[in-house]
């Protein structure tokens, strides 16, 4: 089992940045790749960015340019930087990993809230 515990959210102006942490615990030895994902008032949860063990990333559009992702394996620990904050960023944000021990298993965190708005 894996557990998945989100940090960093909060309320930032536009045009701030904000730096989300997620952190794995359990039997986090076979975690392939690791995703954060939001959910806006009213609308589906949606991929933000996933990030591979080798370090292979991918972004939505409306993120990319602005936000980073990245993942420190030893410390089982994955970030989101998110700069340049917009009002639509305005979301819960998941942490997600995928493990596999023997099937295929999706874990997700609780959320945390990022609100920007001035």
């Known amino acids: 089992q894996v557990q998945l515990v989100e940090s960093g959210g909060g309320l930032v102006q536009p045009g701030g940045s904000l730096r989300l942490s997620c952190a794995a615990s359990?039997?986090?030895?076979?975690?392939?790749?690791m995703g954060w994902h939001r959910q806006a008032p009213g609308k589906e949860r949606e991929l933000v960015a996933v990030?591979?063990?080798?370090?292979?990333?991918n972004y939505a559009d409306s993120v990319k340019g602005r936000f980073t992702i990245s993942r420190d394996n030893a410390q089982n620990t994955m970030y989101l930087q998110m700069d340049s904050l917009k009002p639509e960023d305005t979301a819960v944000y998941y942490c997600?990993?995928?493990?596999?021990?023997?099937?295929?298993?999706?874990?997700w965190g609780k959320g945390t809230l990022v609100i920007v708005s001035s």
């Open positions: 359990g039997n986090i030895f076979n975690i392939n790749a």
């Open positions: 997600h990993a995928n493990a596999r021990y023997g099937p295929s298993m999706d874990y």
């Open positions: 990030i591979t063990r080798g370090g292979s990333q």
